[in-house]
């Protein structure tokens, strides 16, 4: 596997667009991707109760099982909670995606992030998507024009691509994201666009979206907080010219396995961009009796903000690890646990087959002290393991979401 | 039911006494309390995996039987994750504190708080107990001492007191609590020491202690963090003179809302000296199906870290409180939803049947800022209700838990 430069124009076929149309005040909002040929569709939506109205029109146009030739994005607005004036926009605002590219409105998806409850301002969306699918274009540049537009509170845009041989074919895959706050398992608010030039099955291909997010973007924490509006969709339009892949086989596992790579790689970058994020955190829990197991305990260290505030302040409290572990529901024996701090700058061990080690301060503060750190924790119960990520709680963190709407 | 001034002193027959013993540097970190005749004891504690010391011993004590003639508390470390020497320790301190008051180890608990992990000074906790022990008195003084020995990162200290009749007896209950961080439902880091001079058998007590816990103590949220300490203690010593109570009868009824009563004030309390809170938040939820959905969604609501910062930036942002329903994993219809937002300043509809209202920021702004918030939710499932209590999400709860160890 090789990667390579750009993201959602990278595929063969496929082409982008970004542009600021006036949703939010003079930065990009709209993000247009199409693929020449109608490609299959495989996508995963918030488990949100209280669905945005694009992810609610999105599962409808799944079920019915069409290919799938374009997806249009906003930012500023998430079109959630609007009733069904809501609902009734975001069909207008397929139509004349639709439209714009001659292609009819059931092959076209949506997405919308931003403020929650806000009326969504249908009319300038319409212009909006009007004046800017003529710009939609192959090159880099417009992947990149599209990863800035679907940026919410995010400080830098989110690209990845990478290239695999399957059947003497080269097959790219190639993704933008958007995530910040509410970042959470269960795909909290985040939107993930991937394309590919695969020839897949339609099956195969949600078959390996649907495993690979339980490990990627599910296993991510900014917040605890679950959005409306998550969205993960990948389009395969099948231009890369090899065997189409129709079952468990080898080229399906090569290709799964771009597909985490590009997916893990998009998830622990929404992670590092966590609002107010000055800390890039991994959990790996070794030891545990079920995959699950390991998966819960993960998440719940990941996501206590008593362990988020502990990094911030680069405090080796391993205690409120251990705490966090035992509330997580998982039942394991406090007595027979390792936890050790690693960065960059070293790695310390700090509770003993559960014995508390007298470690030293200065070298802890020291591990600390880097941006990325790792928490590794093993349990004596059996033999599976999960990694999480997450990032500190900082005080901009409160200062960002204390005031989002203005 | 009369509220009057005082706490664990004010039913006949405690004494209590709190003091400075070194644990901490010159602040009080010491508090027992005496029944001078054994009483019969109702307990709950963390349902955290990893529990300290003293819960682990409490729990086998009260399996026992046996009545209990006091307690010792320390603040300033918490004994917990601190492996056989930890234990060893705890058991030292519960026979220096029978001793020093003449009974048996196995009718003396004992509660730490503070910091984890961190080896317990026996030493001095033994000397100390030694020493205040012969200052224990039953006045309001003493009470008062014994509150303020408990708390760690707590604000000020929480006592209350009230008194009843029962069958012609006056009845006194009387409780002290600290908190602050790490609550969350399911009884997270918080103390709470309630007396009674009541004659009540101890089934009965435990019934109406289990009970109240569940919409008491384990509805409040701070942070979502579940600490390994948690510990509720009742001590019921007879004194007052009232026909047992040793059935759900009126006089148990009387009771058991006296006793509600003292829970729900020190709970709420609790939540109003959360760490760093600027806000006391109040979330009601009325129409669910059963009691147990209603008390999902009022939670989910108030452990939600961007209701919390919205609250801390006086943001009307009702999307985030019908998203925060959304994932709390019970199942209503989003369309069927009422919002209200209300202070002492007024109150203002925000989401009517689930459509947005086009409501006055001035206005909403104007409630916002009061210190004391309600969040009114109505869902249209069934008739049940519930409410839950937290704080806002500050820079100071950052703060505070970035370096709580130095």
Chains 1, 2 share one sequence.
Request: proline share 2%; with cysteine; hydrophobic share 40%.
């Amino acid at each position: 596997m090789k990667v390579i430069d750009g993201s959602v124009t990278a595929p063969k076929g496929f082409l982008a667009a970004g542009a600021a149309v006036g949703i939010k005040k003079g930065v990009k909002d709209l993000a247009l991707i199409k693929s020449e040929v109608p490609a299959v569709c495989a996508a995963c939506f918030t488990t949100n109760v209280v669905k945005a109205a694009s992810v609610l029109r999105n599962i409808e146009i799944l079920k019915c099982g069409g290919k799938i030739s374009g997806i249009a994005v906003n930012s500023g607005n998430a079109n959630a909670c609007t009733g069904e004036l809501g609902k009734k926009s975001n069909e207008e605002m397929a139509k004349a995606y639709a439209d714009a590219i001659g292609v009819t409105a059931e092959s076209v998806l949506t997405a919308s992030t931003g403020v929650i409850g806000a009326e969504f301002p249908i009319d300038t969306v319409r212009e909006g998507v009007k004046k800017t699918a003529p710009t939609l274009g192959y090159s880099r540049e417009n992947s990149l024009l599209a990863a800035e537009a679907i940026m919410t509170t995010d400080t830098y845009s989110k690209e990845v691509a990478v290239q695999i041989e399957i059947g003497g074919k080269t097959v790219t895959i190639g993704g933008i994201a958007k995530g910040s706050g509410m970042i959470h398992p269960n795909m909290a608010t985040m939107l993930a666009f991937i394309t590919t030039d695969c020839n897949i099955e339609k099956e195969m291909l949600q078959k390996a979206l649907s495993e690979d997010i339980e490990v990627t973007y599910n296993m991510v924490s900014v917040d605890g907080d679950t959005s409306t509006n998550d969205t993960v969709v990948v389009l395969a339009n099948g231009l890369a010219g090899n065997e189409v892949i129709d079952g468990d086989t080898e080229e399906y596992k090569a290709f799964k396995s771009a597909l985490h790579y590009v997916n893990e790689r998009l998830a622990k970058n929404l992670v590092r961009d966590g609002e107010g994020a000055t800390k890039f955190i991994e959990v790996n829990v070794a030891g545990a009796k079920t995959c699950g197991d390991a998966k819960i305990i993960a998440k719940s260290v990941v996501c206590s903000s008593l362990v988020k505030a502990a990094m911030f302040g680069e405090d080796a409290n391993w205690g409120r690890v251990l705490c966090a572990m035992g509330y997580s529901g998982v039942k394991f024996d406090p007595e027979k646990v390792d936890i050790v701090f690693k960065s960059a700058k070293g790695d310390i061990l700090l509770m003993d087959n559960g014995t508390p080690v007298n470690f030293d301060e200065g070298k802890a503060a020291d591990i600390l002290s880097e941006k990325e750190i790792t928490v590794n924790i093993k349990i004596s119960e059996g033999n599976e393991c999960a990694a999480a990520w997450g990032c500190d709680l900082s005080y901009d963190y409160v200062k960002i979401n204390g005031d989002y709407r203005s």
